[in-house]
């Protein structure tokens, strides 16, 4: 078992080449190699075995194979569990021993349901269906097998299972296995590894002196039953290993199939490519973490989608570019057709040309943030010639325009109201592009969907109003991660908005969690390979975005792209299996569990990582870059206490800097 505080600086690499080393000194002397089957030579891609059960129940309900006996087709995983129990004790109460085959526990079933032969032979059908579909290799026991194999050891398998030998043969096979390995099975000999007689039988296949050893994944079966019978074993603890280093967030979620899912899909990731370079904290999170939001909020979207006419669905620049390519990918597959363009917008080039009325609390998104900023900052950001207001700002008392402010300074307040008809009077002169832009994508009197990240509405908002100047009733409805209470501001009747995880609402859990890092690191995660959206430059037949080029914001696209490879294998992955099972019975928040424990509860080793990442203090321009987690200056309470407010990821900065406990 690997140390998990050293893990912290493990990837799958160094991960599989520690395991490969300690089964090789293992077996070194050995002729013989006994080997344990299901989470040793392969694994499936669920959490648990059982939760194959799950599968089959959904997909035939969603073929609709048995609408009259669809209360036993929901209840199957219950009572599939329940007629091996069944059928276990029946076969201890006749034969003394506990073992059974498939075709016992199948007929426990039909007599505990009385169903018909059609229906049991169905669901053995599609049971073994699933187990082949979901199975897959460890590379380390496969590579161990064929290097064994020629060198010139011998290898048989132990197994305690129900499936016939002939069954877990192809099984194995299909996984990559050497053909005709042999096979001792439990259901097969009455006995099993667990109560140690399957190892005597083992023992009898060969010369008394021949050196035999076991792996396999069972701390009783493979390990302490086989030391009983003089055979050396070794704990093949790989897969446990993984999800208490690796997987600590998903693996930590609540018991239902969505999870179970992107458990055992986030797992199979992980063990599958192990010889791609790119087992990162960032692609490892891509995989664990946003992955599965990303899958469910996508979902949801089609979802949605469906539920209305919509002209087109725009995804906005930046944070709907991974999303886009979603849509492109699978959008036909689940039944939609919507056409869909990519758009380049930010609160920074839109929020200033919407200002139709001198509105504080949207004026308050140009320049709001953490960090102090001086009036002529803030003036250049806005577009507003500062040299033009000297004596306004004297009159306002403010002497220095370099001198700095907290967003939420009455003098600042006092200086903009003051300057409410200049103000509009500049956002007129500026709307003209914007709104020529935004014509290339709407259609007027129209009904569009947008996909965005979400929040406060305010860039649906400002499109809106702009569209709106000229006369246009086109309706928008935008589709996001999150719309937060005071998105009512930008309400109007050309408006709806939706929201994934938190919809307007006081969800409180999720809105402290969003509002104390989430939002930020749900942004980092969804960044397109592109510089945010500075204006618009017009020729004499188009108009281009002008695309910001910032070193540091360049920085953290090649991370967020890390992420954002992470998540790619895992939709990927999952979107392989969804549509068997039908979509629609996947809509649900469980996609972003792994997420909301990421955020609350990060290890060490994750805040350091991604504490280091910067966000935009403010809309517009990504160059005033600050740090998720703040610095102390030193260890002073006053200190801390300083650097946490001005930190955006708090649950981080507390895991670094002050003692929690989950």
């Known amino acids: 078992m690997v140390n998990k505080k050293y893990s912290e600086k493990y990837n799958m690499q160094t991960f599989n080449a520690a395991w490969l080393q300690k089964i090789r000194d293992f077996i070194a002397t050995a002729d013989v190699i006994s080997c344990d089957v299901f989470d040793t030579l392969i694994h499936r891609k669920t959490r648990k075995p059982t939760d194959i ?3 089959v129940s959904e997909q035939i309900i969603h073929e609709n194979a048995f609408p009259r006996d669809e209360h036993l087709i929901v209840s199957f995983p219950t009572i599939r569990v329940y007629a091996e129990q069944k059928a276990r004790d029946d076969a201890f109460i006749r034969y003394k021993h506990w073992e059974v085959s498939i075709k016992d526990i199948y007929d ?25 579909q979901l199975t ?8 161990i097998l064929n290097e064994a194999l020629n060198n010139g050891k011998k290898i048989i398998l132990c197994s305690d299972m129900y499936s016939a030998a002939n069954i877990i043969q192809n099984r194995i096979e299909h996984a990559g296995y050497p053909k005709n390995l042999p096979i001792i099975v439990s259901c097969e000999n009455s006995c099993s590894k667990h109560d140690g007689k399957l190892f005597s039988i083992l023992k009898k296949k060969f010369p008394y002196e021949t050196k035999i050893v076991h792996i396999g994944d069972n701390v009783h079966a493979d390990v302490n039953m086989a030391q009983k019978n003089d055979i050396p074993s070794l704990h093949f603890s790989y897969k446990e290993d993984i999800d208490r280093i690796f997987l600590s967030h998903i693996a930590s979620t609540e018991e ?7 458990h055992g899909i986030a797992r199979y990731l992980l063990i599958q490519n192990e010889g791609r370079n790119v087992h990162d904290l960032w692609y490892l999170s891509g995989i664990s973490v946003f992955g599965p939001l990303f899958v469910g ?3 949801w979207l089609i979802n949605n989608l469906k539920k209305n006419t919509f002209s087109k669905i725009l995804f906005l620049a930046r944070d709907g570019y991974f999303f886009h390519k979603m849509y492109q990918k699978w959008a036909k597959q689940l039944d939609l057709n919507t056409p869909s363009e990519y758009a380049y917008v930010s609160r920074g080039t839109l929020l200033y040309p919407s200002l139709s009325d001198m509105n504080w609390d949207r004026l308050w998104y140009q320049f709001g943030g953490k960090k102090n900023k001086s009036l002529k900052e803030i003036c250049e950001k806005i577009g ?21 402010f907290e967003s939420n300074s009455s003098l600042l307040h006092k200086f903009f109201v003051s300057l409410g008809p200049d103000i509009l009077n500049e956002s007129k002169k500026k709307r003209d592009i914007v709104s020529k832009y935004l014509r290339k994508f709407i259609p007027d009197h129209d009904n569009v969907a947008l996909c965005d990240i979400g929040w406060a509405g305010n860039i649906q908002g400002s499109m809106s109003r702009i569209l709106r100047t000229s006369g246009d009733t086109t309706k928008l409805e935008g589709f996001y991660f999150g719309t937060f209470p005071w998105s009512e501001m930008n309400a109007s009747i050309y408006d709806t908005f939706h929201g994934y995880l938190v919809n307007g609402d006081n969800i409180q859990d999720y809105n402290d969690i969003l509002l104390n890092g989430g939002v930020e690191l749900l942004e980092f995660a969804t960044m397109a390979p592109h510089g945010t959206t500075l204006g618009y430059r017009e020729t ?12 540091d914001d360049q920085r953290m696209q090649k991370l967020s792209s890390a992420i954002q490879s992470g998540a790619w294998d895992f939709a990927n992955a999952i979107m392989e299996i969804l549509p068997v099972l039908g979509e629609e019975e996947f809509i649900t928040r469980s996609w972003a569990d792994s997420f909301i424990d990421f955020v609350s509860y990060p290890s060490i080793h994750e805040a350091r990582t991604f504490g280091v990442v910067t966000h935009s203090d403010a809309p517009g321009a990504t160059c005033n870059r600050t740090h998720l987690i703040s610095t102390p200056r ?17 649950y981080g900065f507390e895991t670094l800097y002050k003692e929690r406990r989950k």
Request: charged share 30%; net charge negative; with cysteine.
């Open 53 to 55: 059960f799950e599968l």
């Open 108 to 132: 426990a079933f039909q007599e505990i349901t009385n169903c018909s032969d059609e229906i049991r032979h169905y669901l053995l059908e599609k049971e073994r269906y699933w187990e082949l």
């Open 136 to 143: 897959y290799p460890n590379p380390i026991m496969l590579n």
């Open 256 to 262: 239902n199939l969505v999870n179970s899912l992107s």
């Open 297 to 299: 909020y996508f979902l």
């Open 384 to 404: 507003l010639p500062t040299g033009l207001y000297l004596k306004k700002a004297t009159e306002c008392n403010i002497f220095d325009v370099n001198q700095e």
């Open 540 to 551: 004499e037949t188009d108009i281009n975005p002008i695309l910001e080029t910032s070193t």
């Open 634 to 650: 030193s260890s002073d309470e006053e200190d801390i206490e300083y650097a946490e407010k001005r930190s955006f990821w708090k």
